[in-house]
């Protein structure tokens, strides 16, 4: 009997391949278009081949490593790797969600370690060649560590937990598993910034003087009850400059890079923090966290539709359906689904880009927004001319042209 899902799963990992050095290679090309008028003040001659050769490097470095993930998950797959690691997991203890968090933890790990040497490769020569890294190899070691140990404990948590609603609701666990996903979804856009960003950077108020005289003016002028301005130590690891909006309620905060700081000016900056600020006023947090809680809601009911297969099973090589093995075999099938939700994903956050520029333009000035859009871009090497294709697949934010478009337009 011919076992389709065998062939499913399969085409599923080369086709994904195949679609995503076919969406790099669109891009890469669009990189020789000629650079918009608007943005020829970006860089100078000198920096934008530098853009173009650090674009480049990722491009090559991206096949490399895509390749290398293909061919240690088809020989996993066509070897029977999984099958392998299925009954060594069964054969550690008689208890089955030690043996879940054995499966998957061995897996992850593994992959981890196999892939460290191109996580090395990135930082501390890539990175480096280009003037970004501030890595440290001992801050390197310690992020590594730090990582394991929270995937350990709070990942391996929630598995736990799923399993064992599995174990006592059977296919109906995707319901609880949803509360407990939902539920932690919540808490951590909530207290994320307070609990795992100080296991990895430095936050600290900023201090007083101008710069906090002026956001906090402008927060003020806007409406914003501002009380958390925080400074994140990003030079620790990157020269990239950055800044986010984080929490809900009452602990909303605003945080800053230092080497954002350190790059614009405050009127620069202030027009970065009306953005942050306007995605707050337009709910867009608020709307991000719920359709990503509806999104797992729509996972897990789609998992556990295809809990127990035995076809399933077979095609991963393991004759005895179980709740791991399932897990595994739909998230590859899942991969087609997820595109496709992410590809709306990205939708939903450009177009909220969109109106958090607007939101800045109107209620602060356009002009200092652009400026401090465009130090960014030339700061981080960013692509001038991306593919309009891979736009559309991979960007969360719109191309920088089409922001100082808009902005432009409104008046």
Do not use: C
């Not at 085409?11 to 994904?16: C, E, K, P, R, V």
């Not at 942050?276 to 789609?302: P, R, V």
Request: charged share 15%.
């Amino acid at each position: 009997m011919t076992n389709y899902y065998f062939y499913i799963i399969l085409g599923i990992l080369i086709g994904g391949f195949i679609l995503e050095r076919w969406l790099s290679w669109l891009n890469m090309k669009n990189t020789k278009a000629p650079v918009p008028e608007e943005l020829k003040d970006v860089y100078e001659p000198e920096r934008y081949e530098k853009s173009q050769e650090y674009k480049r490097a990722n491009s090559k470095f991206s096949i490399i490593t895509s390749t290398y993930s293909l061919i240690l998950i088809l020989i996993m797959f066509l070897l029977g790797g999984f099958a392998f690691l299925n009954d060594f997991s069964f054969s550690l203890t008689g208890t089955y969600i030690i043996t879940v968090l054995a499966f998957f933890g061995i897996l992850s790990f593994g992959s981890d370690i196999l892939s460290l040497p191109f996580d090395v490769y990135d930082t501390f020569v890539i990175e480096e060649k280009f003037g970004f890294n501030k890595t440290t190899g001992k801050t390197f070691v310690l992020d590594k560590i730090k990582g394991w140990l929270l995937g350990a404990i709070i990942g391996g948590g929630i598995l736990a937990i799923v399993v064992w609603f599995y174990q006592l609701t059977g296919q109906n666990f995707w319901i609880w598993a949803w509360v407990l996903v939902a539920a932690f979804t919540l808490f951590m856009t909530m207290f994320y910034s307070n609990l795992i960003v100080p296991l990895f950077n430095k936050q600290t108020p900023l201090d007083e003087g101008e710069l906090r005289t002026a956001i906090e003016d402008f927060s003020k002028k806007a409406g914003f009850k501002l009380n958390n301005i925080y400074v994140i130590d990003g030079s620790k690891r990157s020269t990239k400059a950055n800044a986010y909006f984080t929490g809900l309620g009452a602990k909303k905060r605003i945080v800053l890079y230092d080497t954002l700081i350190n790059d614009l000016s405050i009127q620069e900056i202030v027009a970065v923090l009306a953005h942050e600020i306007g995605h707050y006023k337009k709910k867009h947090s608020l709307y991000g966290t719920a359709l990503s809680i509806a999104q797992i809601g729509f996972t897990l009911f789609l998992f556990s539709l295809f809990m127990n297969n035995p076809q399933l099973s077979l095609a991963m090589g393991v004759e005895q359906p179980n709740f791991h093995i399932s897990m595994l075999a739909f998230g590859i099938l899942y991969t087609p689904i997820s595109m496709v939700t992410g590809y709306l994903m990205n939708i939903f956050s450009r177009r909220n880009e969109f109106q958090a520029d607007r939101f800045a333009a109107e209620n602060y000035e356009a002009q200092h927004l652009i400026s401090a859009l465009k130090k960014l871009t030339a700061k981080n090497l960013s692509n001038l001319t991306p593919h309009p294709v891979y736009v559309k697949v991979y960007y969360s934010h719109p191309p920088l042209l089409q922001r100082i478009r808009a902005m432009k337009s409104i008046f």
